[in-house]
């Protein structure tokens, strides 16, 4: 069954501790993204990657971290600079070919509070 | 740049009545734009698509939408709903330059009234 895999469901953590969230696709995708979510403001880019060991800054990076050692694999970790971590985040995936637009995939989502 | 607007955040309807979710966008080139719907503590699912050709779209689960370049508006509809349409619904846009990011509207969420 292909698809994306985020975990932990529910993630809690205390103030001041970084934490790593996990996505894992097995849909031979290029690209992937994570977002943050809070109510009221929809999704917002935080992170995205085209290729293994490359990727950019999204308009909230600030106090986020993220690694692509594997086509597969997107980890984003959480800093302790992070402000207001606690949020919904959510990875997504997509192929990337010349000329034409790839729809991306969700995965399940991560529910990160900070206590 | 580019935007998205969703002015309604909450949306009542009763069932098996209309409903129409609006959007509307604002960028410098030409876009794709999307509906994406989001139940309860789960990811995204793409409900539509506009990518070229014909300005009315359908999607899964009855929905439509029409893209009108004029008004920069690409309103969803369903010409009755459901129980199992309440969740929430998100407008999205994308550059045609083949860049795959997307930029997300506020949300609507429909609430569905037996």
Same mark, same amino acid.
């Given at each position: 069954?292909?698809?994306?895999?985020?975990?932990?469901?529910?993630?809690?953590?205390?103030?001041?501790?970084?934490?790593?969230?996990?996505?894992?696709?097995?849909?031979?995708?290029?690209?992937?993204?994570?977002?943050?979510?809070?109510?009221?403001?929809?999704?917002?880019?935080?992170?995205?990657?085209?290729?293994?060991?490359?990727?950019?800054?999204?308009?909230?990076?600030?106090?986020?971290?993220?690694?692509?050692?594997?086509?597969?694999?997107?980890?984003?970790?959480?800093?302790?600079?992070?402000?207001?971590?606690?949020?919904?985040?959510?990875?997504?995936?997509?192929?990337?070919?010349?000329?034409?637009?790839?729809?991306?995939?969700?995965?399940?989502?991560?529910?990160?509070?900070?206590? | 740049?580019?935007?998205?607007?969703? %002015?309604?955040?909450?949306?009542? *309807?009763?069932?098996?009545?209309?409903? @129409?979710?609006?959007? !509307?966008? #604002?960028?410098?080139?030409?876009?794709?734009?999307?509906?994406?719907?989001?139940?309860?503590?789960?990811?995204?699912?793409?409900?539509?698509?506009? %990518?070229?050709?014909?300005?009315? *779209?359908?999607?899964?689960?009855?929905? @439509?939408?029409?893209? !009108?370049? #004029?008004?920069?508006?690409?309103?969803?509809?369903?010409?009755?709903?459901?129980?199992?349409?309440?969740?929430?619904?998100?407008?999205?846009?994308?550059?045609?330059?083949?860049?795959?990011?997307?930029?997300?509207?506020?949300?609507?969420?429909?609430?569905?009234?037996?």
């Amino acid at each position: 069954d292909g698809g994306i895999t985020q975990s932990p469901k529910y993630l809690f953590r205390k103030e001041g501790q970084n934490v790593t969230l996990s996505c894992e696709q097995n849909l031979n995708h290029d690209a992937m993204y994570w977002y943050r979510q809070d109510p009221g403001q929809g999704l917002r880019l935080i992170y995205y990657s085209q290729i293994v060991n490359d990727f950019q800054k999204g308009d909230i990076a600030e106090g986020y971290s993220v690694s692509r050692e594997k086509k597969e694999s997107f980890p984003l970790t959480v800093t302790s600079a992070q402000k207001n971590p606690t949020a919904f985040y959510l990875c997504a995936s997509s192929l990337i070919s010349g000329g034409l637009y790839n729809e991306q995939f969700f995965g399940p989502g991560t529910r990160l509070t900070v206590l | 740049a580019q935007s998205v607007t969703q %002015l309604d955040s909450q949306v009542p *309807v009763f069932e098996e009545a209309p409903v @129409e979710l609006r959007c !509307n966008y #604002s960028s410098s080139v030409s876009v794709y734009l999307f509906w994406y719907v989001q139940y309860p503590n789960q990811g995204l699912q793409l409900l539509l698509k506009y %990518l070229s050709g014909s300005t009315l *779209v359908k999607g899964i689960n009855g929905f @439509e939408a029409e893209f !009108n370049k #004029s008004q920069t508006s690409f309103h969803l509809r369903k010409p009755s709903v459901h129980i199992s349409d309440t969740a929430e619904y998100f407008c999205a846009v994308s550059s045609n330059f083949g860049n795959e990011k997307l930029t997300f509207g506020t949300g609507t969420r429909l609430t569905i009234i037996p």
